[in-house]
């Protein structure tokens, strides 16, 4: 068999969402002794074609759900040479969990048999976890925590306060003829507080909703910090940013990297973007802490 060509047209049958030849493949490729690794590898580059059908419109949502059911089934198929040939290469600990609100777990399970799949021990928290369960549960870990944060929100209110203004832009430009009618996100808020629903950007805010962000702050004790790693998008030329550099100061900084890597801020996007250098950057202080 030769391997190459095997592991492409597995790609080929993933990406076409050919679910039982994807799965002979498989097994043919592990009878034949290819590397576990390599057939995951493949796996994910064909997650990434079926991905990139879905956004040019060539998928729909199920053709999701049947590719991410294809790659499970591969995992779990592989789970067992997986565990054998990394025996001795624990790479470390992950805690997964869809966030409050959300019940989607596609990719969530796809990352979790491809974490299980690299050696990582994954503690599973489920859909519409409360952000105070993923708090609760690091605390009580007893070992000293390695993080590593992708473009933290330190706080809940200005973070709350950059959405609300979508709102206010877009009400101006709705009002433009009407120079009696104007809006800012104080009055938005106190429409918030008298229980009033609005919708910004697609998205239902809530009283409780944002009575909760609004009270959310990014803390970390500095004595369970082993390792922090804070990876910001944007000019790398321009350095992290103030409020960045601010929160760091209580931060061990032998325990501490924090890195600009280049390309458009979260807030300069209109679309999703696939950003790189921030994954690059994320596998390189992965790998340097051994995970």
Same mark, same amino acid.
Not at 155 to 173: E, H, I, N, T, W
């Given at each position: 068999m030769d391997a190459d060509q095997a592991l492409l047209q597995l790609i080929a049958h993933i990406a076409d969402l050919e679910e039982p030849e994807a799965l002979r493949l498989t097994q043919a490729l592990s009878d034949a002794g290819i590397d576990a690794g390599a057939i995951v590898q493949a796996c994910e580059r064909a997650m990434r074609e079926v991905g990139q059908r879905y956004e040019q419109e060539e998928y729909y949502l199920s053709g999701l759900i049947m590719a991410g059911e294809i790659m499970r089934e591969i995992l779990v198929a592989l789970q067992p040479r997986l565990q054998t040939e990394r025996e001795n290469q624990a790479s470390g600990r992950v805690l997964l969990g869809t966030v409050h609100g959300d019940i989607h777990d596609i990719g969530k399970g796809i990352l979790k048999g491809a974490l299980g799949c690299w050696g990582y021990s994954v503690t599973d928290l489920g859909v519409n976890v409360p952000p105070e369960r993923f708090v609760e549960h690091v605390q009580a870990q007893p070992a000293p925590a390695r993080v590593i944060?992708?473009?933290?929100? !330190?706080?809940?209110? #200005?973070?709350?306060?950059?959405?609300?203004?979508?709102?206010?832009?877009?009400?101006? !430009?709705?009002?433009? #003829?009407e120079p009696g009618v104007r809006a800012d996100t104080r009055a938005l808020r106190d429409r918030l507080a008298a229980g009033e629903t609005l919708e910004v950007a697609g998205y239902a805010l809530t009283a409780a909703l944002t009575d909760g962000l609004a009270r959310a702050r990014l803390e970390l004790d500095p004595a369970r910090i082993e390792r922090l790693v804070w990876l910001e998008v944007g000019r790398t030329e321009s350095g992290l940013m103030p409020a960045s550099r601010k929160w760091l100061e209580g931060m061990p900084a032998e325990r501490t990297v924090a890195e600009v890597v280049e390309g458009p801020a979260c807030w300069q996007t209109q679309e999703t973007t696939e950003s790189h250098a921030l994954i690059a950057a994320t596998l390189s202080r992965l790998a340097e802490a051994g995970c």
């Open positions: 944060f992708w473009q933290p929100v !330190l706080s809940g209110d #200005a973070y709350l306060g950059q959405f609300l203004r979508l709102k206010v832009a877009a009400q101006a !430009l709705a009002t433009a #003829a």
